[in-house]
């Protein structure tokens, strides 16, 4: 990914990149079918951190995140004879990720557990944080670290179908029709997904944003 | 948290998104995390699938023809149905002739908890009607209850296929009532006898008794009570009068009415008094 615009805060891959990566895509797939196993790891290179970025977030556990998108991979690796090639590479691993992921929240639904990732200060997240508080050392990481305990307990409020079209499109930046395809809805669900978690999102940190 | 930031410009959603954006693994993670998935892929990749895991890909190849084999099953189903019930839950196995040494093997016949009875073939009491209605002479031996006041005989009953109407004989008199003729020709000579010495009217006996509807019924059996009887152990005269080369076999005929389902499924209370076990169907 890298075209990113810092505009809205999230990232946003063109579409011309992303017609060159799905024929990029295709040929590598090409390769691991025709029996080049060591091809894959190409793809695993490319889409590894988005994967785990998806599970991570549907999850808020990173021990199950990397487990999850190991899954992923090697579904994708045993099943990659079977894909088709009718939708892009990246849209059918994102669908057995999701699928995974969802499959792991149903069956661990009791029993939920947040471990956070440290989240990594750059020029974005720095201002945004400079915005957020003027405090400064320890005070300051206690203070991001309650922010991430928050914003992963309002992600966690959502239902799982929620919470994954947010998660799709706000964090890991895909278009509603993509998501549509992912999901396996609708663009109107998603629209309409979107809006309701984004109501609820708002209402829950109320006292972080601008009203 | 508001009352400490209130002098600092605060943020929107999307800002909160790109805090939650940058919540990344470090680089060692995905060191270890390519060595793992490497490791597993071997692995998948030398393990042996097994044979269900393939059921999933040839039930969806079969999911175009669903109708037939959904029908097929239904068949299927109805088929077997059908025929576990038609099937009888006692079987006996009715001897060819001159196999009696194959009708020599004891059948368990299970009834209800309390109460076990033994069949085991016997020699026929009377001679094996023609092959086409065979019967299957069995006896069943009650155990005798705790009473010791006398011994109980061996109960005898005749049990074999139905037969066809017209197999079956004219109506003949039944032990019963021959003994009740008996008794009544006897009971009427010496009321005769008394009578002449009394001097008093004479009065037909035989039409008393065919007034009396309780005596009538037990002279003359109903065809309904006929398959219902149970003999008990026969007595020298009857084994004689059932000896008699001459006339129809009515013991074997009216025994035989009552098939082995019947017996097993009506048999419903055994009662002991004296020298007499009386079952109720």
């Keep these: 990914m890298s075209v990113i615009s810092k505009v809205f805060g999230k990232p946003l891959v063109s579409s011309d990149e992303r017609r060159r990566e799905a024929d990029n895509d295709g040929a590598i797939v090409q390769r ?15 889409y590894r951190e988005r994967v785990y970025g998806v599970v991570y977030n ?15 991979f090697i579904k994708a690796f045993k099943s990659i004879n079977r894909f088709q090639g009718q939708s892009s590479f990246f849209t059918w691993l994102y669908r057995i990720a999701v699928n995974s992921a969802l499959s792991h929240l149903r069956k661990s639904k009791l029993r939920t557990f947040f471990s956070f990732e440290k989240i990594n200060e750059d020029d974005k997240t720095i201002e945004i944080l400079a915005q957020l508080t003027d405090k400064h050392g320890a005070d300051r990481e206690l203070y991001v670290r309650e922010l991430q305990e928050k914003l992963n307990e309002a992600m966690q409020k959502l239902s799982i179908k929620h919470r994954t079209v947010v998660t799709l499109f706000e964090i890991d930046g895909l278009s509603h029709e ?14 309409s997904r979107l809006h309701y978690a984004k109501q609820i999102l708002q209402a829950d940190l109320q006292s972080y944003l601008n009203t | 948290m508001k009352s400490d930031n209130e002098n600092h410009k605060q943020v929107s959603l999307d800002d909160l998104f790109a805090l939650k954006r940058a919540e990344r693994p470090r680089d060692e993670f995905w060191d270890d995390f390519q060595r793992q998935l ?44 059908f025929r576990d019930y038609s099937e009888p839950g006692f079987e006996v196995i009715y001897p060819e002739p ?31 009607p023609p092959a086409a209605t065979v019967a299957l002479p069995v006896v069943i031996e009650v155990p005798a209850p705790s009473f010791a006041s006398s011994e109980l005989a061996p109960m005898v009953v005749w049990a074999g296929p139905a037969i066809l109407a017209a197999d079956i004989a004219p109506a003949a008199p039944t032990p019963s009532a021959l003994s009740i003729a008996a008794n009544l020709a006897k009971v009427e000579a010496q009321r005769l006898q008394v009578g002449l010495l009394l001097g008093e009217p004479q009065v037909e006996l035989a039409a008393l008794v065919n007034q009396s509807k309780t005596l009538s019924r037990v002279a003359i059996p109903q065809p309904s009570r006929e398959r219902l009887f149970v003999y008990q152990a026969p007595t020298e005269d009857f084994a004689m009068q059932a000896q008699r080369p001459a006339g129809p076999d009515t013991h074997g005929l009216i025994a035989r009415r009552i098939s082995q389902d019947e017996l097993y499924d009506s048999v419903s209370r055994v009662s002991a008094d004296g020298d007499r076990l009386t079952l109720k169907f």
Aim: charged fraction near 20%; hydrophobic fraction near 50%; glycine fraction near 6%.
């Design chain 1, 32 to 46: 691991v079918q025709e029996g080049e196993v060591a091809a894959f790891d190409q793809l695993v290179l490319r």
């Design chain 1, 58 to 72: 549907m999850t808020s556990n990173r021990e199950d995140a990397a487990d999850l998108t190991q899954d992923t």
């Design chain 2, 98 to 128: 001159g196999l009696e040494a194959a009708a020599q093997v004891p059948v368990v016949i299970p009834v209800e908890p309390s109460f076990t009875m033994e069949i085991a073939a016997i020699e026929p009491v009377i001679e094996p």
């Design chain 1, 178 to 191: 993509q998501i549509a395809e992912v999901v396996g809805c609708s663009v109107g669900t998603v629209r």
């Design chain 2, 38 to 81: 490497h490791v597993r892929q071997r692995a998948e990749a030398i393990e042996p699938k097994r044979w269900w895991f393939t059921l999933p890909r040839v039930l969806s190849g079969l999911a175009r023809y669903q109708m037939p084999i959904g029908a097929a099953a239904v068949l299927a189903v109805t088929f077997l149905s």
